[in-house]
């Protein structure tokens, strides 16, 4: 019997274990903070870890998809440009 007490605490505290929570509700109270276009006031939402980040490296983390899609769209628009430019070049020549 004591055996199997000692299995069972071994085996909680291995596959049991518990994650740190995040929250990622909207923050909708009378204070909540409220921004966006005319009209259109939506709150603020913060995602925080248990890191420590600057104000630039939070600002990054909370914008990463919009900065990776306007990466993207500049790379194309750099490259086509630059084919464009090879394309005109060799048909002057």
Known sequence: MRLFACLSV???SRHMSK???KRTKRYTGEDA????VAGQNKPVVHH????????????????????????VA????????????????????
């Not at 903070?33 to 966006?36: F, I, L, Q, V």
């Not at 420590?52 to 490296?57: I, K, L, N």
């Open 48 to 71: 925080y870890e248990a890191t420590q980040r600057t104000a630039v490296g939070q600002w990054v983390y909370e914008h990463k998809r919009s900065i990776k899609y306007s990466l």
């Open 10 to 12: 071994l085996t909680y």
């Open 74 to 93: 500049s790379g194309t628009v750099i490259f086509l440009t630059l084919l464009i430019m090879g394309v005109v070049q060799s048909l002057t020549r």
């Open 33 to 36: 903070k409220a921004t966006g």
């Open 19 to 21: 994650k740190q929570k």
